[in-house]
């Protein structure tokens, strides 16, 4: 089956530094990424959109400046927190569509805990 | 009010019971609507999808849709320990997916 991994799977930086998460499908092709985040017992939030090659598409509310999105490849994604603060401590999540699958089909990663100290 | 609403539980059934989980939403152009398993710091995992009113079953596990009321329902028979997780649903419309807010589920030996 489709496998995504996320890496790290948790990190701990400190206020003002910033810190990549990586995005990548294992065994399929991913045109399309999404990156959510999750709050301790709460739902998934989408936080954006990203297409390999193109601008992510980010939802409502989300700074973009703060979190950078590259999709450069077929199957690599990477979620970059810039100047990190606590209150951006968080699961995020990604997932990603197989080339050709239907739209609403998308596989999801183990996440990665960020805390901001 | 929220696009997709779920109650938040915790619903705690003894091992063997059946599992009953709802959602409501409140957009009609969605088109198609899943149930996800996530256990506890990692990523859902998907079980079932549909996408018209009526029942899919798959295993222990039966999706019913009611478009008509705007509510879903994921229906876990023989429950096992090992069901104990939070289940999401979410639908899928606009090109995105929509959950809701999750419930916590613990099956009980």
């Known amino acids: 089956g489709a496998v995504v991994s996320q890496h790290p799977s948790r990190v701990i930086c400190k206020s003002g530094t910033s810190v990549k998460i990586e995005c990548r499908s294992l065994?399929?092709?991913?045109?399309?990424m999404f990156w959510y985040r999750q709050f301790p017992k709460k739902s998934l939030m989408l936080m954006a959109t990203s297409n390999e090659g193109s601008k992510a598409t980010y939802e409502q509310g989300v700074e973009k400046d703060k979190f950078l999105i590259n999709h450069a490849s077929l199957t690599l994604s990477t979620l970059t927190v810039t100047s990190a603060h606590p209150e951006d401590s968080s699961f995020y999540i990604c997932s990603a569509r197989d080339l050709g699958t239907r739209a609403y089909e998308q596989y999801f990663g183990p996440g990665t805990r960020l805390t901001v100290t | 009010q929220k696009e997709v609403e779920q109650d938040p539980g915790p619903l705690s059934v003894p091992e063997g019971a059946i599992v009953s989980l709802n959602c409501t939403y409140s957009?009609?152009?969605?088109?198609?609507f899943m149930w996800y398993r996530q256990y506890s710091r990692k990523g859902p995992e998907l079980l079932m999808y549909?996408?018209?009113?009526g029942n899919k079953e798959d295993g222990r596990f039966t999706a019913q849709v009611d478009k008509s009321s705007k509510y879903i329902s994921l229906f876990i028979r023989d429950s096992q320990p090992s069901d104990s997780a939070t289940y999401l649903c979410?639908?899928?419309?606009?090109?995105?997916?929509?959950f809701g807010g999750g419930t916590r589920v613990l099956v009980k030996p």
């Open positions: 065994d399929f092709q991913a045109t399309t």
């Open positions: 979410a639908i899928f419309g606009g090109n995105k997916l929509t």
């Open positions: 957009n009609s152009a969605f088109q198609y």
């Open positions: 549909t996408y018209s009113s």
